[in-house]
């Protein structure tokens, strides 16, 4: 695969470090591109997990990132898929009913999960490309107490993104946690969790972390895990507070995927050399990018558009709506003839939409190739 080296940087300990960030063809939204040096890192050999190789290994993880969420907090680790985390926050949540704010598919797993661990759920929905009104939010808290709200920062199936700073000072004002879904957010879009006091955020190796799928990644505050601790019927294999006291001694309560944790390091250590700022930064300039070609397309004749509004684009992910008649398989099928990989529409979108990740290692130059592969395909001049 092609790559972009980006120049030299000062690393860890004062080392000059070379980073390659990626001008690759895979722009799903999720697992994304991944790097053939970090696919190499998966290779490492098998340690003890309860051993001090293994304590150093999980110290340097940490120390990688907790400027990624913005933490001085401890970051814990699964070895699961994001949902893992998520249902690991809906079980460790205070009793009583949860506010959903729905507005696209992972949203509305959010709710699916919560229901399935026997939870009172009051969906709060807006149209999906949209995001649920503040107002909208306070009058539900202000009516009726509740004890959680979720709510998803980057909506992978739609590209909306919501104000989860907002959000979370709104919890609290009436009294409830707030848990976030940040999994094509974080490492991509600022998310300041000990800024913003974030009761719960959770996160994905798949997206912006540019690593394989396989691991998630939550913090949580200490009330969060003070409220926890009282719940009853946590579960076991996703117990929060087990969790975080495993993590406070660098271990983890259940054998680790240690190939993945290999993974991890190395991307956490081009990560630094990036810094967390210039990231936020390149993933917003990809995000701009995408809608001035959206917008120059539009003028051209070729209507597709942007399905999230102004404003409310997701720096990792944008829908874009297709010209009538013209179907998302057929774009995607179109796209893949050429080399390039986007994704279809997510659930009453598959059809209408096109998605493309422009996210983790990607850079504007490979970004502008794939658009303009796509600009070969609706006819775009």
């Known amino acids: 695969m092609p790559s972009t080296r980006v120049a030299d940087a000062a690393g860890p300990g004062g080392r000059t ?81 949860i506010l959903a704010l729905v507005n696209g598919a992972f949203a509305a797993r959010f709710v699916t999960v919560a229901r399935a661990c026997g939870r009172e759920v009051v969906e709060l929905e807006a149209q999906w490309g949209r995001v649920v009104p503040l107002e909208a939010v306070e009058a539900r808290l202000r009516g009726r107490r509740f004890a959680a709200v979720t709510v998803v920062h980057s909506e992978t199936s739609t590209g909306a993104l919501t104000d989860i700073r907002a959000v979370q000072e709104l919890a609290r004002r009436y009294g409830a946690v707030c848990m976030v879904d940040s999994v094509s957010g974080i490492a991509g879009i600022p998310v300041e969790t000990d800024l913003w006091g974030l009761d719960y955020v959770f996160s994905g190796s798949q997206k912006a972390f540019a690593l394989p799928p396989g691991l998630a990644f939550a913090v949580a505050s200490d009330p969060f895990l003070a409220a926890a601790a009282k719940v009853p019927g ?100 179109g796209l893949e003839q050429r080399g390039y990989v986007v994704g279809g529409g997510y659930g009453k979108l598959r059809d209408a939409t096109v998605r493309i990740g422009h996210m983790g290692d990607h850079t504007v130059t490979g970004l502008e190739r794939c658009l303009a592969e796509l600009g070969g395909i609706l006819g775009v001049r």
């Open 234 to 333: 946590r579960g076991r294999y996703f117990d929060l507070v087990e969790f975080d006291a495993f993590a406070r001694r660098s271990q983890t309560p259940n054998t680790p995927a240690l190939p993945l944790l290999y993974a991890l390091e190395a991307q956490l250590a081009a990560m630094a050399v990036e810094g967390i700022e210039a990231r936020w930064a390149r993933h917003e300039a990809m995000r701009e990018r995408v809608s001035r070609w959206v917008g120059a397309a539009a003028a051209a004749g070729v209507p597709v558009g942007i399905l999230a509004a102004e404003g409310e684009r997701s720096a990792t992910v944008t829908a874009i709506t297709l010209p009538a008649g013209v179907s998302a398989s057929t774009v995607v099928a």
């Open 17 to 97: 470090m070379s980073r390659l960030l990626h001008d690759g063809k895979f722009f799903l939204p999720g697992p994304t591109e991944v790097r053939p040096e970090i696919l190499a890192a998966l290779a490492g050999p098998m340690i003890s997990h309860r051993g001090a190789a293994f304590e150093r290994l999980f110290a340097a993880l940490q120390a990688g990132l907790r400027p990624a969420f913005r933490t001085t907090r401890p970051v814990l680790i699964s070895s699961s898929s994001a949902t893992g985390m998520m249902e690991a926050g809906i079980r460790s949540a205070p009793t009583g009913p």
